[in-house]
């Protein structure tokens, strides 16, 4: 080729661009391998239904306009027998005061709860409530804390006051912390393609430090704050309202007094099923605009389990990859950095523990400490590290040879530097294509556990369970065995797709090859 001749983009051993980086080319490969790109969307979109789970399949509306009788009915109940607590407290001898303030604040919060649910003049009458309360407490008025017990029923009864209409949103409520971050995570993941171009552009490619930082707040920092404020505003709490017993108002005034929640405007999920929601009349049902995949054994919504079981089968991979990566990481980089007998003693530790097969060793464990969802990440993640920690030992002594490393010793840079911020992020790209593969076998690992008993415990439904349940009904209800075992083929098949591509995008032999 003489120098005159331009090379075409494209062509092998010739597509890399000069200002490009190692992730820029590793992603523009993989964009190449389309197999590849459908298996990720596939799993972003499996990852996404499983993350919004409570607003898709919940037998809890996502927000109705009205009011809602039985939680004023608890708080009711809750205030008065705190009132009760109290008073028989301060006419005891021995007063615990952590016992007391616990109380107090319950008072507190169920009068709160109660003024917002209530018209101004059920408001008014409850502000005048709190105030006679905070005066007996400060007293230590023991009668008029009693009487005013027994005069929540009466005075402040759901037979006396009115409530008032409202926009309630439910499943909100019913979200914690976790739910949030993930919740967070995933927006921002999905919409990748809005605000990355943003930061590009803003920041520019002079300040590549920056724009990682930036990338670093928006997957990471800001799905955490959202996840801390969540927590420190919203209370965790159980929500036993029986919403399928809520009645439209304006229906007789007999029906609207067994109601728990009376309604002029209703919102339900997609899948209006909640997991323990059982129809015994509706067993083993067929596809149906009721139920989309039909019912099992005792009338549970099929779809519904699916679409909860997606949430545990995915979220038991990523948990217990991402443990048995931490730990390979560790000790490979220690093998592979220090050599000479630190290697030596690691290495044999490894070799020993490869001896064992591991989902028999797996399934030891797991039936010595029970079936948890806990147990099964922890194990799969204690077990599994000893491929990756032989990667990156491996990653550590080829390029532990390198000027750079070199340099960084004789600068006296300490070994946590070198490790840690020069060798292990030029190491990283073989050990995410590792982990990939690892996600999968940990799906099918959990999957094959429920299958045989040894996995998520009812009610709490997986993949692996629900296939497990279709074993004795497989000629009445195939439909068991259908979906859960199409998922996790499709999804193990994806992992596996995405996984091929990270590894031949890495190696540059191999790129342009396809």
């Known amino acids: 080729m003489t120098t005159n001749e331009a090379i075409k983009p494209g062509e092998s051993g010739s597509s890399a661009r000069p200002s490009e980086g190692q992730w820029a080319l590793i992603w523009r490969e993989f964009r190449r391998r389309r197999l590849a790109v459908a298996g990720a969307v596939l799993i972003l979109f499996l990852f996404t239904i499983s993350v919004y789970a409570p607003f898709l399949a919940n037998g809890i509306p996502i927000s109705y306009y009205g009011h809602n009788l039985s939680e004023y009915k608890q708080s009711v109940r809750t205030l008065r027998g705190a009132l009760r607590n109290l008073a028989r407290m301060q006419q005891g001898d021995e007063t615990k ?230 730990i390979g990481i560790v000790v490979g980089s220690i093998a592979g950095y220090f050599r000479g007998t630190t290697d030596l003693l690691i290495s044999r530790v490894i070799e020993v523990v490869i001896c064992f097969p591991s989902f028999f060793l797996i399934l030891t464990i797991v039936a010595f400490l029970g079936p948890s969802i806990f147990n099964i990440m922890i194990v799969i993640g204690v077990i599994g590290w000893t491929s990756v920690a032989r990667l990156v030992r491996g990653e550590f002594l080829k390029l532990g040879a390198r000027e750079f490393v070199q340099a960084g010793r004789a600068l006296g840079y300490s070994p946590v530097r070198i490790i840690f911020r020069h060798v292990l992020p030029n190491a990283i790209a073989p050990v995410l294509v590792a982990a990939t593969f690892g996600i999968a076998g940990a799906i099918l690992t959990e999957s094959a556990l429920s299958f045989l008993g040894f996995g998520i415990t009812v009610p709490k439904p997986s993949w692996g369970g629900i296939l497990a349940s279709g074993r004795e009904s497989v000629l009445r209800a195939p439909w068991l065995i259908y979906y859960p075992g199409i998922a996790i083929f499709l999804t193990i098949t994806s992992y596996n797709l995405v996984g091929e591509a990270l590894r031949d995008a890495a190696d540059p032999r191999l790129r342009g090859s396809r």
Request: charged fraction near 25%.
């Open 97 to 326: 005061e952590n016992e007391q303030e616990t109380l107090v604040n319950l008072v507190r919060t169920r009068i709160g709860l109660m003024s917002a649910a209530v018209t101004a003049e059920g408001s008014a009458e409850l502000a005048e409530f709190a105030a006679e309360f905070e005066k007996a407490l400060s007293s230590g008025d023991t009668a008029t804390l009693r009487r005013l017990s027994n005069d929540v029923r009466k005075k402040l009864g759901i037979n006396t006051v009115r409530l008032k209409d409202g926009w309630h949103y439910p499943v909100f409520a019913s979200l914690n912390w976790l739910d949030i971050i993930f919740m967070v995570f995933n927006f921002f993941l999905v919409a990748v393609p809005l605000w990355w171009p943003l930061i590009r552009r803003v920041i520019g490619g002079e300040h590549p430090a920056i724009r990682r930082n930036c990338v670093l707040a928006v997957l990471v920092g800001l799905p955490l704050l959202c996840g801390a404020v969540w927590k420190g505003i919203v209370p965790e709490r159980i929500d036993r309202t029986d919403y399928k017993a809520a009645v439209k108002a304006g229906e007789e005034s007999s029906a609207e007094k067994n109601a728990s929640v009376v309604y002029q405007r209703i919102i339900w999920p997609l899948i209006p099923y909640s997991l323990d929601e059982d129809d015994l009349g509706n067993k083993y049902a067929t596809s149906s605009k009721e139920h989309w995949m039909g019912t099992d054994g005792i009338g549970r919504d099929v779809m519904c389990r699916m679409v909860w079981g997606g949430r545990v089968s995915l979220a038991v991979g990523v948990v217990a990859v991402s443990i048995y990566v931490v």
